[in-house]
């Protein structure tokens, strides 16, 4: 069983960064992949970045060259998020599938959800 534990949210300044951590336990397959997910009151849920087990990473348009996502060897998966915005503020959510597959920002997609780390930022 796959376990995804998020940290690294808080409150910040606009302009400025966090790091958030999404620590792994369980077994992902090699072909699987991990995304950040975040949700905001009244919003869906979107997509704002994804790895693949090739390394090959993706953004959504919002936050593409502000965020970076990357990973260690044993899955444990990080998003530095950069020049943070007002907009930005949402509960993120590390989540994983077990299989590779396109597009990369389907909720439905994905089985296995951590519990969210919040993150504000203020202007």
């Known amino acids: 069983q796959v376990q995804l534990v998020e940290s690294g949210g808080g409150s910040v300044q606009a302009g400025g960064g966090l790091r958030l951590s999404c620590a792994v336990s369980g077994y992902i397959p090699s072909r699987g992949r991990v995304a950040w997910f975040r949700q905001a009151p009244g919003n869906k849920r979107e997509g704002v970045a994804v790895?693949?087990?090739?390394?090959?990473t993706y953004y959504s348009d919002s936050v593409k060259g502000r965020f970076a996502i990357s990973q260690d060897n044993a899955k444990n998966t990080y998003l530095q998020m950069n020049n943070l915005k007002p907009e930005d503020t949402a509960m993120y959510y590390c989540?994983?599938?077990?299989?590779?597959?396109?597009?990369?920002?389907?909720?439905?997609?994905?089985?296995?959800w951590g519990q969210g780390t919040q993150v504000t930022v203020s202007s």
């Open positions: 790895i693949y087990n090739s390394g090959a």
């Open positions: 989540a994983a599938r077990s299989s590779s597959g396109w597009p990369p920002f389907s909720p439905e997609d994905y089985g296995y």
